[in-house]
């Protein structure tokens, strides 16, 4: 590689001298503005201090590339940083280039055709212009197709929010046909009125382990299962279901109420050895208001009188799964009418955590709906109750009142 090099006094030297080497080689009018650029603020301080720079610059055929060598006094070195054209290797007082570019053209030939230095410089800008025009153009263009992505991305995010819409809908709809299969039939007895209300933990699966069941007897009595089956979703749901079909199939057999509890652990045991599950079992004659409560672990009826006093039916016994399964003699209490039974799940109660704090609360519910009608009772005070809920479990309220019609 054949070298060439010159020294210069002055910015305005160094630039002429960069440019014709660049022009020289061919290097494109927006390379060389930059080039120009770059070598100038590398000598200014030197050139400002009166100091020469030296310039180097060779052409290697083999690679096709240009080598300019910049050099600079040791006090008044280059200044590098965000040069338009990063050098490629910086040591002491030299700052040196490698650019792609042409072999050199004929020296006759380039000072026939040599334009001057304001043509050169005029060139150049040229070039820039175009050149942040051209990214300027780009910059639009991707804009737009951001704009276009955006706008897509948008309208895809809008149909996968109605999909999902209408695939909750779907879920919820099919849950709920569930939920209403699992229903026991309303049933109409004479001098009695029924309501109940359900309501899941989470709205994306309402079934649980919260269930009921009623039905009447050939005496004439009407027999209510309320079950709470450990867990949540459809596992127990399956449990409390299975609860709820073998009481139904014991009761109708003509079992004592107070075998119930006992005898459907004993046929469920060999089924299903998790199942764990409270039950409260009520039968009552509608045409003496004769009440019968059989439990098994669940929490007490609470019954509300006309006259507004208030107490809860302890009755004992333990649940499903439990230690010792069964119920202990039924405890046994007479309706008047207007009286007002409430059955329900510790979901009802349980909502801040402490028990006897929500049985209080459940008796000013009560009384504050005692004169409403029967069918909007479990709802109301089911809302009433759930003010404040800690923690959400499956809840089920159902009342029954005594017309004595």
Known sequence: MTTRNLTCATTAGLSRAVRALAREHALDPAVRARLVLSAAEAAGAALRAGRETGLEWGYEPAGGLLTVVLRTPGDTGPVTADLPVAPDEVTGGEVVWRLPA????????????????????????????????????????????????????????????????????????????????????????????????????????????????????????????????????????????????????????????????????EILRPFDRSVMATVQLARIDPATGELWLANGSHPPALLLRRDGTARYLEARGRGIGFPLPGSETPLTERLAPGDLLLLYTDGLTESRRDPIEGEKRLIEAAHKHLRSPTEEVPGAIAEDMHTVILHPDDTLALAVRLTGQ
Do not use: C, M
């Open 102 to 265: 042409s072999p050199p053209s004929d020296p006759s030939d380039a000072a026939d055709e040599a334009p001057g230095e304001d043509a050169l410089a005029a060139e150049e800008l040229r070039a820039v212009v175009a050149a942040a025009d051209a990214l300027t153009s780009e910059h639009r263009r991707l804009n737009d197709e951001l704009a276009e992505t955006n706008s897509g991305v948008l309208a895809l995010y809008v149909q996968l929010d109605e999909r999902d819409k209408q695939l909750r809908t779907a879920h919820g709809q099919t849950l709920r046909e569930l939920e209403d299969a699992l229903r026991p039939a309303p049933i109409k007895a004479d001098g009695l009125e029924l309501a109940v209300h359900y309501e899941p933990a989470g709205t994306d699966a309402p079934t649980g382990g919260d269930l009921y069941d009623w039905f009447v007897l050939p005496d004439g009595t009407v027999h209510i299962t309320i079950v709470d089956a450990l867990g949540h979703g459809v596992t127990s749901t399956r449990s409390a279901l299975n609860v709820t079909h073998a009481v139904r199939t014991l009761a109708l057999e003509g079992h004592r109420l107070e075998s119930i509890v006992a005898r459907t652990d």
